[in-house]
C-alpha cells in the first residue's frame, strides 16, 4: 500500500518535470526575441519551483503517514510478541514446577 502512493508521487513528479521540460524546449525553439523568451522562461522556472515544492509537500505528508502507519503495526506487533513471550515464561515455570514436584 505505501508502495503505490510512493509510485503515484513518483509518477506525479515525473509528469510535472516531462511537462517542464518540454514546455522549456518549445519556448527555446519557439520563434520570439530573446527577451520575451528569458521572460517565458523565468514565469515556467516560477512555476516549476511552485509544482516541485507540491508535490515535495505531499511526498512528506505520505511519508509521515506511511512512518505513523508502521509505528502502530510494530507497536501491536510488539504487544503481542511480549505476550507471547509471558505465557511461554508461565508455563515454563509451572512446567518446572510441575516437574520438580515429581522428582524424590
Do not use: H, N, W
Request: hydrophobic residues 40%; without cysteine; neutral net charge.
Amino acid at each position: 500500500m505505501s508502495e503505490e502512493r510512493g509510485y503515484g508521487a513518483s509518477l506525479a513528479l515525473a509528469f510535472i518535470l516531462g511537462g517542464v521540460m518540454g514546455a522549456s524546449l518549445a519556448l527555446l525553439f519557439a520563434p520570439q526575441t530573446g527577451r520575451e523568451t528569458r521572460e517565458r522562461l523565468k514565469d515556467l522556472a516560477g512555476e516549476m519551483r511552485e509544482r516541485t515544492g507540491e508535490v515535495a509537500g505531499e511526498v512528506k505528508a505520505t511519508a509521515e503517514k506511511v512512518i505513523e502507519e508502521g509505528k502502530s503495526y510494530l507497536g501491536e506487533k510488539k504487544s503481542l510478541l511480549t505476550a507471547a513471550l509471558e505465557a511461554g515464561k508461565e508455563a515454563m515455570e509451572r512446567e518446572k514446577a510441575r516437574l520438580t514436584e515429581r522428582q524424590p
